[in-house]
């Protein structure tokens, strides 16, 4: 069975400080592979997804992540973290019947 | 960008009763619906895929008797929880696609607490 894996269940990082997020995914073909961040008592904000081509991701408010296929891994990177990145962290890879398989989620507390 | 607009946000009701939470895409179609629910400081939980004008697909576990799925119109999917129980407190969210390469956009989520 498909399996996302965050290992890092809480981030702590100082503002302006660079902030990674770590996600592995299980081995598939072509992996469909999102991040998203939710703030409390919020759905989910999709921040990048990798579909194919470039491994290198950018996406909304300053985040990147970079699809490593011999690491299996697809982490989540911002080179200077605000306060308000403070948030729950995501990542997810598409499944069959386009459903999703999320990791089990990565808090960041970004202090000042 | 996608908008889903979810509804109601908060509900409190007492045991026994049945609740429902309405999920819309408000500027696209949405082909698959999905409702998830996430128990405190834990992941998104699959409750079951909703396609429009087809019975829902529920996940292992999930009850589709307790848990109604109703997806009338590409723009409207609504979950309804019968006769619910303290148990079934929990933070219910509802996310719709237009196709399948594009991500998911999700609602913000309905905190449903029993009494």
């Known amino acids: 069975a498909q399996s996302v894996a965050q290992p890092e269940d809480q981030v702590n990082v100082a503002e302006g400080n660079p902030l990674t997020v770590k996600c592995t995914y299980s081995?598939?073909?072509?992996?469909?592979l999102f991040w998203y961040v939710q703030y409390p008592n919020r759905g989910l904000q999709f921040l990048l997804k990798?579909?194919?081509?470039?491994?290198l991701v950018k996406g909304s408010y300053g985040f990147e992540a970079e699809f490593n296929k011999s690491q299996t891994s697809f982490h989540l990177k911002k080179p200077s973290a605000l306060v308000s990145d403070s948030a729950l962290y995501f990542c997810a890879q598409g499944a069959a019947g386009n459903k999703l398989t999320f990791g089990g989620g990565t808090r960041v507390l970004v202090k000042p | 960008g996608a908008v889903v607009s979810q509804h109601p946000s908060w509900v409190i009701c007492k045991s026994g009763t049945s609740v429902k939470i309405e999920c819309r895409s408000l500027d696209f179609q949405a082909t698959t619906m999905f409702w998830y629910r996430q128990f405190p400081k834990q992941s998104l939980m699959l409750m079951a895929t909703s396609n429009e004008g087809s019975k829902a697909t529920y996940e292992q576990g999930v009850e589709k008797d307790k848990f109604l799925i109703n997806h009338a119109s590409l723009t409207l999917s609504t979950l309804t929880v019968t006769s619910a129980h303290p148990e079934d407190s929990s933070f219910y969210i509802c996310?719709?696609?237009?196709?399948?390469?594009?991500?998911?956009?999700f609602g913000d989520g309905t905190r449903l607490s029993i009494l």
């Open positions: 081995v598939s073909g072509n992996p469909y």
């Open positions: 996310s719709a696609e237009d196709n399948s390469n594009q991500p998911q956009h």
């Open positions: 990798y579909i194919t081509g470039d491994n």
